[in-house]
C-alpha cells in the first residue's frame, strides 16, 4: 500500500486487506482512536484477525478435507506473480500479510462449498476477489470504511463543520460488495473480460465501463 500511495500522492487514511485495518496518518484527528496501536507513522485500528491465526484455520481445514489449500504463505514469489499478473516486486510486497490470507480454490463445487462451510465453522469469514478466494476475521471493507466514516463526522462535530460527507465506492468483486453497500456512490465496473459480478446487486449502483487490475 505505500509505494502505491507514494505513486498516488496520497496522505490520508487507507484500509488494508479487506477491512483488516485502518491506518490513520498520526496527528489527523483531534481525539483518541479506539481500538488502536501506534505504528509509526500511523495510528492503526486494527480489526482483523492476526495473519498467524489466519494461517492455523487454513490449515486445519486442508488437513480435515485431505484436499490442498494454498494460502500465499504456502507460493512462492514467482506463483504469486503468475497468479496475480503483479511484478516481481509488488508479488514480494503482497506476501507480506497482516490480516488476510488469500489462497488458491479449485475443484468441484461441492468441495468450494465445504470449505467456505468449515471457514464459516471455526468462526472467521471468507470472500472472493477478482482471482482468489481470501479468509479473514470477522471484519469486512464495509465495517472498516464505517469506522473511518465515523471518524470523520466526530471531526467535524468537534470543529463546528456543517458540511455533508459523501462517500464513492469503486469495485468489481464480491468481496467489493459491503464498500459499495454503505456508500452513497457504488460504482461497479466491468472485469477484464467485459462482464460484472453477477452477485452484486445494489440500489442505484452505477455500472462503469474499464476493469480493475
Known amino acids: 500500500m505505500e509505494p502505491l500511495r507514494q505513486r498516488l500522492g496520497h496522505h490520508d487514511p487507507f484500509i488494508v486487506e479487506n477491512g483488516g485495518a485502518v491506518f490513520v496518518p498520526h496527528g489527523l484527528f483531534d ?42 504463505g504456502d507460493l512462492s514469489v514467482e506463483a504469486i506473480m503468475h497468479v496475480t499478473g503483479l511484478p516481481y516486486a509488488d508479488a514480494i510486497l503482497a ?25 464459516v465453522t471455526r468462526n472467521p469469514r471468507w470472500t472472493k476477489g477478482g482471482r482468489l478466494f481470501h479468509l479473514m476475521g470477522q471484519n469486512d471493507k464495509g465495517e472498516a470504511a464505517s469506522v473511518l466514516l465515523r471518524c470523520y463526522h466526530r471531526q467535524q462535530r468537534m470543529s463546528g463543520q456543517t458540511e455533508q460527507i459523501e462517500m464513492v465506492g469503486i469495485g468489481d468483486s464480491l468481496n467489493d460488495a459491503t464498500l459499495l453497500a454503505m456508500v452513497d456512490y457504488p460504482i461497479l465496473v466491468q472485469k477484464p473480460d467485459g462482464s460484472y459480478d453477477p452477485d452484486i446487486h445494489l440500489t442505484g449502483m452505477i455500472r462503469a465501463a474499464g476493469g480493475m487490475e
Open 31 to 72: 481525539f483518541p482512536l479506539e481500538r488502536m496501536r501506534t505504528r509509526s507513522p500511523y495510528q492503526v485500528i486494527e480489526l482483523g484477525l492476526p495473519y498467524h491465526m489466519l494461517r492455523e484455520v487454513l490449515k486445519q481445514i486442508e488437513d480435515d478435507l485431505e484436499t490442498p489449500l494454498r494460502g500465499f
Open 95 to 119: 506476501k507480506q500479510r497482516e490480516y488476510d490470507e488469500p489462497y488458491l480454490l479449485q475443484g468441484p463445487q461441492l468441495l468450494i462449498e465445504e470449505v467456505c462451510r468449515q471457514i
